[in-house]
């Protein structure tokens, strides 16, 4: 329907086209509802172009300079590799472009409409797209996240996770500042491709939120592969240099980089939104309040995905779309459940993880066993590269099940994807126990692990 088109009525108006959006959207329509769609940036949200899939792409890019390096010990004859940017990145956007049109092909199919350009709420029911005025019985806000920089001098000149991915010239000196999985896993990324890279962390200790153990574990494995990770240290002022950028440190010393990230975090993006126009509230943190059923305090306006402050992932995100659609447009009402999400971190090595830490269990008051091991991959015993696994149960002493799962090492995303099956099920650590391994792998770790740590 073109945008200057009579009917501009629907049943559902969907302010934003990523992963939450788009499922909304085809379920919805599939269900009978009338759907008009609105997307002002790119087809996919941040997932598609700036986020999970290019990231992951970079990440297998960048895995090669290390496979090239563990092939001698396995009898090969590697030449000296190079590495050339422009390649990686154009053959990236490539793929983008081809996800971008499936996301469009799938909305065309599913019988929704949707409009190219920037969404504003103009009152509970109505909402307008290029000086064009649309009617709703009901508006879905899915405009995701956006990325946070710190305020200091010179911050202009630092790029966000936005940026990084398109860069003309490849940072041969990569400055990185923050803790969280984005920054870890670009350090590892560029790392890996050749860049200089320093990581920067202002406190003790970087990707808060996970089991400590892992969190100690992996910044020791992550220096091991040559990332200077500098923790209790800030950036405090940026300016251009002839040869680059310099970044004063609150240590008082200072540091020239290529390029400097700002990994720092990420805000709900609804600038613009037209929020004022309703009575949707915001949070302390400045997220949409949004209840069980999505529903924000305007009764006919709902919210999901990153922009509610929930867990800021894609699975979450498409998970809350399905309920949401089949509860408002199917035959019975869904809600989401939140235990036991499963999450990998790509960063170099990796890290998975399920349900609880050992320091949530102990703040619930759970009486805990926690199950530990720690080794060098079949792998590297040939490759000579100086890397370990760590897998980690934690698990509930009167119940025996295990609450929580978490894994440092090579495809920690592929094998926790398993195991949070059995987890979701109620898996017991008999479960675990009486399971017969795949051996040799490193998988079978989780079910070998006899004799509690502690």
């Known amino acids: 329907m073109p945008e200057n ?40 949200g941040t997932c598609v172009n700036v986020g999970c899939v ?106 966000t996770s936005n940026d990084i991915f398109d860069l003309v010239t490849f940072p041969r000196r990569l400055l990185i500042v923050g803790g ?76 020239v980089a290529d390029s400097v990230l700002c990994a720092t975090g990420r805000h709900p993006n609804i600038e613009g939104l037209g929020i004022e126009s309703t009575r949707v509230s915001l949070d302390s943190r400045g997220y949409v309040n949004a209840d069980g059923q999505f529903q924000t305090d305007e009764p006919s306006i709902y919210a999901l995905g990153d922009m509610t402050g929930g867990p800021q992932l894609t699975p979450v995100a498409i998970a809350q779309a399905m309920a949401f659609a089949q509860s408002q447009f199917g035959h019975h009402k869904n809600t989401m459940d939140y235990d036991f999400i499963p999450t990998a971190v790509f960063s170099q090595p990796n890290i998975g993880t399920v349900g609880l830490t050992e320091e949530q269990a102990i703040d619930r008051g759970l009486d805990i066993a926690i199950y530990s091991s720690e080794f060098k991959p079949m792998k590297h015993t040939l490759s000579g590269r100086d890397e370990r696994t760590l897998m980690k149960l934690v698990v509930d002493k009167p119940s025996d099940r295990v609450i929580g799962l978490h894994m440092v090492g090579p ?18 650590k008999h479960h675990f126990d009486s399971t017969v391994g795949i051996h040799p792998t490193a998988a079978e770790e989780f079910v070998t692990m006899r004799t509690p740590s502690r």
């Open 5 to 44: 088109a009579k009917d501009t009525s629907c049943d559902l108006f969907v302010i934003g086209a990523g992963s939450g959006g788009v499922r909304a959207s085809r379920i919805a329509a599939s269900l009978g509802a009338k759907v008009i769609v609105a997307e002002g940036l790119y087809l996919g």
């Open 54 to 159: 290019p990231k992951k792409l970079y990440v297998y890019g960048s895995e090669f300079s290390k496979a090239f390096k563990d092939a001698e010990g396995f009898g090969w004859t590697v030449g000296k590799p190079s590495f050339d940017w422009p390649t990686l990145r154009d053959n990236k956007s490539r793929e983008i472009a081809r996800l971008n049109a499936i996301y469009e092909r799938l909305l065309d199919d599913s019988g929704a409409t949707v409009l190219t350009g920037m969404a504003r709420l103009l009152g509970p029911n109505t909402v307008e797209v290029n000086g064009v005025t649309y009617t709703a019985r009901k508006i879905l806000l899915a405009t995701g996240s956006w990325p946070t920089k710190p305020d200091f001098p010179g911050n202009e000149h630092a790029i």
């Open 180 to 255: 969280g999985y984005i920054a870890t896993e670009f350090a590892g990324i560029f790392n890996g491709l050749g860049s200089q890279v320093t990581q920067l962390y202002r406190g003790d200790l970087f990707m808060r939120g996970f089991d400590h153990d892992i969190r100690t574990f992996v910044a020791g494995e992550i220096r091991k592969t040559g990332v200077d990770l500098r923790f209790n240290t800030n950036i405090e002022s940026l300016a251009p240099v002839s040869n680059g950028l310099e970044a004063t440190l609150n240590d008082g010393s200072r540091l």
């Open 411 to 428: 495809d920690a995303g592929e094998i926790c994807q398993g195991m949070a099956v059995a987890m979701k099920a109620g898996a017991t």
